[in-house]
């Protein structure tokens, strides 16, 4: 998560590469991130206009596969990342 906060600071030019790469490893691996780290990896993704269907879809099914532990303001949060970069769920 610290990783995904660094580079989409706002203090540094967006590089879509590293991104790309570290959305790749948390699709992956989603199942292993906490409930805010989901929260804070979709919205920083979403505030820099990243669309990836890919990647939303599996922090979609983190969140339904553990719905119980996250609160009403991550899954808000979560549901507006979803907005900004045009996502749709369906099961949500």
Known sequence: TSFVVA??????PMDE???FMLAKR???TAAA???????????????????DDEFFE???LRILNGFSDFTPPQLAHFLL???KVRYLSEDL
């Open 81 to 83: 990342s979803c907005v």
């Open 26 to 28: 948390v699709q992956d």
């Open 58 to 60: 599996a922090l979609t």
């Open 33 to 51: 991130f906490a409930p805010e780290q989901i929260a804070t990896i979709a919205r920083r993704y979403a505030d820099k206009g990243l669309e």
């Open 17 to 19: 590469f590293w991104l």
């Open 7 to 12: 580079l989409t600071s706002q203090a540094l």
